[in-house]
Protein backbone atom coordinates (compact mmCIF):
# COMPACT_ATOMS: atom_id res chain seq x y z
CA UNK A 1 0.00 0.00 0.00
CA UNK A 2 1.44 3.29 -1.12
CA UNK A 3 0.05 6.85 0.02
CA UNK A 4 0.13 10.53 -1.49
CA UNK A 5 -0.86 13.79 0.10
CA UNK A 6 -3.15 16.42 -1.34
CA UNK A 7 -4.65 19.41 1.03
CA UNK A 8 -3.22 18.14 4.13
CA UNK A 9 -4.82 14.55 3.43
CA UNK A 10 -3.14 11.55 3.06
CA UNK A 11 -4.42 9.02 0.53
CA UNK A 12 -3.79 5.15 0.15
CA UNK A 13 -3.60 3.48 -2.91
CA UNK A 14 -2.81 0.38 -4.16
CA UNK A 15 -0.43 -0.12 -7.42
CA UNK A 16 -1.41 -3.45 -9.25
CA UNK A 17 0.63 -4.78 -12.10
CA UNK A 18 -1.57 -6.32 -15.19
CA UNK A 19 -1.20 -6.70 -18.50
CA UNK A 20 -2.07 -4.12 -20.14
CA UNK A 21 -0.42 -1.38 -22.50
CA UNK A 22 -1.18 2.09 -20.54
CA UNK A 23 -1.33 2.95 -16.80
CA UNK A 24 -4.44 4.10 -15.14
CA UNK A 25 -6.17 5.21 -11.98
CA UNK A 26 -9.56 3.82 -10.87
CA UNK A 27 -11.25 5.03 -7.77
CA UNK A 28 -14.23 2.28 -6.24
CA UNK A 29 -16.28 2.81 -2.95
CA UNK A 30 -13.03 5.58 -1.97
CA UNK A 31 -10.27 2.91 -2.85
CA UNK A 32 -7.57 3.81 -5.28
CA UNK A 33 -6.15 1.69 -7.39
CA UNK A 34 -3.26 2.21 -9.88
CA UNK A 35 -3.07 -0.54 -12.63
CA UNK A 36 -0.02 -0.50 -14.39
CA UNK A 37 1.62 -2.79 -17.08
CA UNK A 38 4.07 -5.49 -15.97
CA UNK A 39 6.99 -3.85 -16.87
CA UNK A 40 6.71 -0.47 -15.78
CA UNK A 41 9.26 0.84 -12.84
CA UNK A 42 7.48 1.74 -9.82
CA UNK A 43 8.77 4.99 -9.64
CA UNK A 44 7.21 6.01 -12.88
CA UNK A 45 3.57 4.38 -11.24
CA UNK A 46 4.53 6.71 -8.11
CA UNK A 47 5.09 9.73 -10.26
CA UNK A 48 2.04 9.31 -12.36
CA UNK A 49 -0.28 9.59 -9.05
CA UNK A 50 2.12 12.07 -7.42
CA UNK A 51 0.86 14.27 -11.20
CA UNK A 52 -2.88 12.88 -10.58
CA UNK A 53 -3.27 14.05 -7.00
CA UNK A 54 -5.57 16.55 -7.23
CA UNK A 55 -7.55 14.60 -9.49
CA UNK A 56 -7.78 11.77 -7.23
CA UNK A 57 -8.40 13.92 -4.41
CA UNK A 58 -11.31 15.44 -6.27
CA UNK A 59 -12.77 12.09 -6.99
CA UNK A 60 -12.28 11.04 -3.47
CA UNK A 61 -14.56 13.67 -2.51
CA UNK A 62 -17.22 13.46 -4.86
CA UNK A 63 -17.81 9.85 -4.11
CA UNK A 64 -17.82 10.75 -0.50
CA UNK A 65 -20.74 13.35 -1.44
CA UNK A 66 -22.09 11.26 -3.56
CA UNK A 67 -22.99 8.53 -1.09
CA UNK A 68 -25.25 10.71 1.21
CA UNK A 69 -27.62 11.66 -1.66
CA UNK A 70 -30.85 9.85 -2.43
CA UNK A 71 -30.21 7.90 -5.78
CA UNK A 72 -33.78 6.87 -5.94
CA UNK A 73 -35.91 7.56 -8.71
CA UNK A 74 -39.51 8.18 -8.58
CA UNK A 75 -41.93 6.11 -11.32
CA UNK A 76 -43.40 9.52 -12.66
CA UNK A 77 -39.88 10.86 -12.82
CA UNK A 78 -38.80 7.75 -14.63
CA UNK A 79 -42.36 8.03 -17.31
CA UNK A 80 -41.52 11.99 -17.53
CA UNK A 81 -38.04 10.87 -19.06
CA UNK A 82 -39.34 8.41 -20.92
CA UNK A 83 -40.93 10.36 -22.59
CA UNK A 84 -38.80 13.44 -23.40
CA UNK A 85 -36.30 10.85 -24.47
CA UNK A 86 -38.36 8.98 -26.94
CA UNK A 87 -39.66 11.85 -28.95
CA UNK A 88 -36.19 13.19 -28.64
CA UNK A 89 -34.66 10.39 -30.50
CA UNK A 90 -37.29 10.77 -32.82
CA UNK A 91 -36.92 14.09 -33.38
CA UNK A 92 -33.08 13.68 -34.04
CA UNK A 93 -33.37 10.43 -36.14
CA UNK A 94 -35.55 12.66 -38.17
CA UNK A 95 -32.44 15.64 -38.28
CA UNK A 96 -29.41 13.11 -38.36
CA UNK A 97 -30.85 10.59 -40.36
CA UNK A 98 -29.68 7.83 -37.99
CA UNK A 99 -31.96 5.68 -35.87
CA UNK A 100 -30.62 3.39 -32.59
CA UNK A 101 -31.86 -0.40 -32.85
CA UNK A 102 -32.81 0.14 -29.38
CA UNK A 103 -32.98 2.52 -26.39
CA UNK A 104 -33.24 1.70 -22.84
CA UNK A 105 -33.38 3.69 -19.63
CA UNK A 106 -31.07 1.74 -17.45
CA UNK A 107 -29.14 2.56 -13.83
CA UNK A 108 -26.03 3.49 -15.33
CA UNK A 109 -22.74 4.27 -12.54
CA UNK A 110 -20.45 5.64 -15.19
CA UNK A 111 -22.18 7.79 -17.61
CA UNK A 112 -25.25 9.68 -18.06
CA UNK A 113 -26.12 7.49 -21.76
CA UNK A 114 -23.61 5.24 -23.64
CA UNK A 115 -24.38 3.96 -27.34
CA UNK A 116 -23.28 0.57 -28.19
CA UNK A 117 -21.42 -0.70 -31.06
CA UNK A 118 -24.88 -2.72 -32.24
CA UNK A 119 -26.49 1.09 -32.19
CA UNK A 120 -28.42 0.63 -29.13
CA UNK A 121 -28.45 3.43 -26.74
CA UNK A 122 -28.95 3.56 -22.99
CA UNK A 123 -29.81 6.41 -21.20
CA UNK A 124 -29.19 6.43 -17.44
CA UNK A 125 -32.33 7.36 -15.64
CA UNK A 126 -30.81 9.08 -12.96
CA UNK A 127 -31.23 11.73 -15.65
CA UNK A 128 -34.94 12.04 -14.38
CA UNK A 129 -33.56 14.68 -11.59
CA UNK A 130 -31.96 16.72 -14.67
CA UNK A 131 -33.87 19.49 -17.22
CA UNK A 132 -35.37 18.37 -20.14
CA UNK A 133 -32.72 20.26 -22.23
CA UNK A 134 -29.61 18.70 -19.87
CA UNK A 135 -31.47 15.28 -21.10
CA UNK A 136 -32.05 16.61 -24.64
CA UNK A 137 -28.42 16.97 -24.89
CA UNK A 138 -27.44 13.39 -23.41
CA UNK A 139 -29.59 11.73 -25.81
CA UNK A 140 -28.60 13.79 -29.04
CA UNK A 141 -25.10 12.80 -27.82
CA UNK A 142 -25.99 9.60 -28.03
CA UNK A 143 -27.33 9.73 -31.22
CA UNK A 144 -24.45 11.56 -32.79
CA UNK A 145 -22.48 8.18 -31.70
CA UNK A 146 -24.65 6.55 -34.51
CA UNK A 147 -22.92 8.22 -36.73
CA UNK A 148 -18.92 8.79 -35.53
CA UNK A 149 -18.17 6.18 -32.62
CA UNK A 150 -15.29 8.37 -30.90
CA UNK A 151 -15.09 11.99 -29.37
CA UNK A 152 -13.59 13.56 -32.47
CA UNK A 153 -13.97 17.35 -33.86
CA UNK A 154 -16.67 15.61 -36.45
CA UNK A 155 -18.15 14.58 -33.56
CA UNK A 156 -18.38 17.89 -31.44
CA UNK A 157 -19.33 19.54 -34.77
CA UNK A 158 -22.58 17.16 -35.17
CA UNK A 159 -23.40 18.16 -32.01
CA UNK A 160 -23.13 21.37 -32.53
CA UNK A 161 -25.09 21.74 -35.45
CA UNK A 162 -28.34 20.52 -33.81
CA UNK A 163 -27.33 22.31 -30.60
CA UNK A 164 -25.40 25.26 -30.95
CA UNK A 165 -25.24 25.79 -27.12
CA UNK A 166 -24.41 22.00 -25.76
CA UNK A 167 -21.34 23.30 -23.81
CA UNK A 168 -23.74 24.74 -21.23
CA UNK A 169 -25.85 21.35 -20.82
CA UNK A 170 -22.43 19.51 -20.87
CA UNK A 171 -20.98 21.76 -17.96
CA UNK A 172 -23.93 21.46 -15.84
CA UNK A 173 -23.59 18.17 -16.27
CA UNK A 174 -20.27 17.76 -15.51
CA UNK A 175 -21.17 19.84 -12.17
CA UNK A 176 -21.52 17.40 -8.92
Known sequence: ???????????????????????????????????VPNKLKERYAIDFVNQKSKWIYKKIKESESQKGKNTTVEQKDIDKLETIVMQSVEEYSNMIGVRPNKVKLKNIKYAWGSCSSKKNISINVQLAKKSEMEIKYVVLHEMCHLKHMNHSKAFWDLVETYMPNYKIYRKSLKQV
Open 1 to 35: MYEIEYNGEKIPYQIINSKIKNMYIYIKDGNVIVK
